[in-house]
């Protein structure tokens, strides 16, 4: 807790941005029934009967300083999938940076074995040698920030019914380029001395 504390404090350094990443679910429920358009003194109305039409995965990178996010939508998250994703940061949306500094819990896919297990080993050890990984504890998601940002993605678009993973893309890629056009960041106040008070009950107790 204190080390990911800590990178969150850093002051900006565009050469090392801090990114967080973390992935979360969305059920693709299409509807039975075509839903009641708005009409003058009625509200929208839809049929409670419903048709699942799948899983879709969200893997989400927020660098909370600058106020940019990625979100990118795949059929599964398996190591490949996020090593691929770690990728597609580092060379696409970070390509200048000299390394990522990277928080993300400590499921057994967020490792460097996952890079080995997508691409050839010069190009897994090119990729891991350009990240700085800090995981958050067990039971501690409410320290990385891009599980902040997905519950905003939540809100705006993925608590209605979606029904497709085209219209899902979409979706999400709308809230995303607003989100990133207003510049909407996270100053992190929580600091580790106010942890070593608050939580106090998670440090050991010590002798004097």
């Known amino acids: 807790m204190e080390d990911v504390i800590e990178v969150y404090h850093r002051p900006p350094d565009p050469a090392c941005p801090v990114v967080c990443v973390d992935e979360g679910g969305k059920q693709l429920v299409g509807d039975v029934r075509e839903p009641l358009p708005v009409r003058p003194g009625s509200v929208a109305k839809q049929d409670h009967e419903y048709e699942r039409q799948g899983v879709a995965n969200l893997f989400m990178a927020f660098e909370p300083l600058a106020g940019q996010r990625v979100v990118e939508v795949t059929d599964r998250r398996t190591a490949v999938d996020f090593a691929r994703?770690?990728?597609?940061?580092?060379?696409?949306?970070?390509?200048?940076?000299?390394?990522?500094?990277?928080?993300?819990?400590?499921?057994?896919?967020?490792?460097?074995?996952?890079?080995?297990?997508?691409?050839?080993?010069?190009?897994?050890?090119?990729?891991?040698?350009?990240?700085?990984?800090?995981?958050?504890?067990?039971?501690?998601?409410?320290?990385?920030?891009?599980?902040?940002?997905?519950?905003?993605?939540?809100?705006?678009?993925?608590?209605?019914?979606?029904?497709?993973?085209?219209?899902?893309?979409?979706?999400?890629?709308?809230?995303?380029?607003?989100?990133?056009?207003?510049?909407?960041?996270?100053?992190?106040?929580?600091?580790?001395?106010?942890?070593?008070q608050k939580l106090a009950y998670l440090y050991p107790s010590t002798s004097p």
């Open 85 to 196: 994703f770690l990728k597609r940061l580092l060379d696409e949306v970070y390509p200048e940076a000299e390394r990522v500094v990277l928080v993300t819990d400590n499921l057994n896919p967020h490792a460097a074995g996952s890079l080995y297990e997508a691409f050839a080993p010069a190009e897994a050890r090119r990729l891991y040698e350009r990240l700085e990984w800090h995981y958050t504890p067990k039971h501690g998601s409410w320290l990385n920030m891009a599980e902040i940002e997905l519950s905003v993605f939540a809100r705006q678009c993925l608590h209605r019914r979606i029904a497709t993973e085209t219209t899902l893309i979409r979706e999400l890629a709308a809230v995303e380029a607003a989100r990133n056009a207003a510049r909407a960041k996270i100053h992190w106040q929580f600091t580790t001395v106010e942890a070593r």
